[in-house]
């Protein structure tokens, strides 16, 4: 029976996060558990963006800290390392800005650029793994509770993903573009890498359209558990909506992975239901429903796109560069869309540092979210 360990958390005040960090992992058998002396730890967190922690988009320093700070005590050598898109022009800029240099100075640790550390090919489909994540003795997923516009959720599954150094992670995106084979290819990851324990920061998530322009929700939780699926199925559970609504739970439990939601164990504080929880309005998941010769029919009436306002747009061209599909150009004032070519992925609006993407909707798209309302 999988378990799942919940400890109640208001702040992130430093003290605070310790402890109820190690309530959390002590729920689970204590850190000791997951690591001896000399043993390589990699702290895997959400560094989405280079966005400060006031921003609710990235895992919260003081989370990483906690983390660190105990696996640092059992005598292991702790790294912190992830790729974000985008990282590979500046990854210094991402350290600074989400605070985790600030964490590395203090506990002395090292910080990783899985760009520059090479990748080992791996999995049936030839999947590249950074190596610090593949030779590390232990892995630790530290991601962020927030919603996703096209996986509806992200969270420990989907973390993972930024083990995958690169461009590569774009490719993904351009080759699967459906809600339901992207949540293949971050199952086949996450289960290439199978991180030893998962810490999910859901102190303050993120709620609406995530994963970077939604808005930030109190709900002052630290979760852990060494299922990750278990973490995935129980969150969204508990904020209200069918867990197997999101792609990646569903795709694992094609494949007899997911744990039944009644077979999760729940150790520590007893959360309550969450039941206005904002959900992504999603129109991904609806056309994985259809047949596809509708889907794509309807797909020309029934949109909903990125767009740029002009207003926050500071014509930096970090999304330019992170398009996979070669959708967006340079322009004059703005980039420009080349929505033919347009994947959908939003990996665009994950990267923009201004907030200046928003979701641009087609009339047929408003009228039947009047109707639907958010995914539940
Ligand atoms: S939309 Fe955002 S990322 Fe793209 S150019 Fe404008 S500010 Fe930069
Ligand atoms: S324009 Fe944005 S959403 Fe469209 S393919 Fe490029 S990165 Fe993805």
Redesign the pocket.
């Known amino acids: 029976m999988p378990s799942v360990s919940v400890t109640h958390c208001q702040s992130y005040d430093p003290e605070e996060v310790r402890d109820g960090v190690r309530e959390c992992l002590d729920h689970l058998g204590g850190v000791k558990k997951f690591a001896s002396p000399g043993d390589r730890v990699l702290l895997k967190p959400n560094m989405l963006m280079a966005a400060p922690p006031e921003r609710h988009v990235t895992t919260h320093p003081a989370v990483i800290e906690a983390v660190a700070e105990l696996f640092i005590d059992t005598g292991a050598e702790v790294r912190v390392g992830d790729s974000p898109g985008g990282s590979f022009r500046n990854i210094e800029k991402f350290w600074r800005a989400t605070g985790i240099l600030d964490v590395a100075e203090r506990l002395d640790i090292e910080l990783i650029n899985f760009e520059a550390s090479g990748s080992y090919i791996m999995g049936g489909e030839g999947y590249p793994i950074s190596r610090p994540v593949v030779d590390s003795d232990t892995v630790v997923n530290l991601p962020k509770l927030k919603t996703h516009s096209m996986t509806i959720f992200t969270c420990a599954v989907k973390n993972m993903y930024g083990a995958v150094p690169g461009f590569r992670k774009a490719d993904y995106h351009r080759e699967h573009p459906g809600p339901s084979e992207f949540a293949e290819k971050l199952l086949e990851i996450y289960l290439l890498v199978n991180p030893a324990l998962t810490v999910v920061d859901g102190v303050v998530g993120m709620e609406g359209n995530g994963p970077s322009g939604g808005d930030p929700r109190d709900l002052g939780l630290l979760l852990a558990s060494e299922d990750a699926l278990a973490l995935d199925v129980y969150i969204p559970l508990l904020l209200g909506m069918d867990p197997f609504r999101v792609p990646v739970n569903e795709a694992a439990r094609r494949r007899n992975l997911a744990p039944d939601p009644s077979d999760i164990e729940i150790l520590g504080f007893g959360a309550e239901v969450v039941d206005d929880f904002r959900w992504p309005s999603n129109i991904y998941y609806t056309l994985d429903l259809l047949p596809s010769g509708l889907a794509r029919a309807l797909m020309k009436l029934w949109w909903s796109r990125p767009a740029?306002d002009p207003e926050r747009?500071?014509?930096?061209?970090?999304?330019v560069e992170s398009c996979p599909a070669d959708a967006l150009k340079s322009g004059a004032l703005?980039?420009e869309f080349d929505y033919s070519s347009c994947i959908n992925c939003l990996c665009?609006m994950e990267?923009?540092?201004?907030r200046?993407?928003y979701q641009d909707k087609s009339l047929l798209y408003r009228l039947t979210s009047l109707f639907s309302g958010v995914l539940k």
Do not use: D, Q, S
């Not at 747009?313 to 999304?319: I, K």
């Not at 990267?351 to 201004?354: I, L, S």
């Open positions: 740029i747009c500071r014509n930096c061209n970090v999304c703005v980039p665009c990267v923009c540092p201004h200046a993407f």
